[in-house]
Antibody
């Protein structure tokens, strides 16, 4: 069974950094892009960025450029999101999510949608 | 960057009624392949309903359907069940993935 298991809740002070991990199981880690999405309390979903686990190449939402680092460790099927210079408005639940694929015979195509989500990591930024 | 707008912001309906949710892109989408819909209930993670604008995800009941192309996309719930009252988000996938602000479907 496919799972994404995230690290536990974090409480940080403004200006600090936080690193959230996302451990994948039940599938080949390098076969699927991993994305990070956050949701502030009572608010909608906001895309943070994505990583290609095979190459380690990331893409970020413009508002997070320079503040977020996305990495992956294929040896332990784990992706990481580090957000620096935290502010109070970074308080949110952070999710990792896998991009789905459809496979037939020897061909697989992306669904361009998030079929499996981590359970979420609550990050609270407070002085 | 494309911006997604969802309407209405909220919808009050009774079980058994039909729900029609709209998602509009600020510019024409390159392909409807990149448009997805999610459902989220309070305290839960989002759940994929529709990918490629019109394909139901695994395990999604056939009362959920998606359609659209270009700038206008629709999620239809043909007959609302009690468990369908939730928040619904559309998403456009890309190097800069974006979500719409959501439509809340609540019980009338």
């Amino acid at each position: 069974q496919v799972h994404l298991v995230q690290s536990g809740a974090e409480v940080k002070k403004p200006g600090a950094s936080v690193r959230v991990s996302c451990e994948a199981s039940g599938y080949t880690f390098t076969d699927h892009f991993l994305h990070w999405v956050r949701q502030a309390p009572g608010q909608g979903l906001e895309w943070v960025g994505r990583i290609n686990p095979t190459t380690g190449s990331p893409d970020f939402a413009e508002k997070f450029q320079g503040r977020v680092t996305l990495t992956s460790d294929t040896s332990i099927s784990t992706a990481y999101m580090e957000l620096s210079t935290l502010r109070s408005d970074d308080t949110a639940t952070y999710y990792c999510a896998r991009v789905g694929r459809l496979c037939s015979s020897n061909t697989c195509v992306s669904t361009y949608a998030f079929d499996v989500w981590g359970q979420g990591t609550v990050v609270t930024v407070s002085s | 960057e494309i911006v997604l707008t969802q309407s209405p912001g909220s919808l009050s309906l009774s079980p058994g009624e039909r729900a029609t949710l709209s998602c509009r892109a600020s510019q024409s989408v390159a392909s409807s392949t990149y448009l997805a819909w999610y459902q989220q209930k309070p305290g839960q993670t989002p759940r994929l309903l529709i990918y490629g604008a019109s394909n139901r995800a695994t395990g999604i009941p056939d009362r959920f359907s998606g359609s659209g192309s270009g700038t206008d996309f629709t999620l239809t719930i043909s007959r609302l069940e009690p468990e369908d009252f939730a928040l619904y988000y559309c998403q456009l996938y890309g190097r800069a993935t974006v979500f719409g602000p959501g439509t809340k479907v609540d019980i009338k």
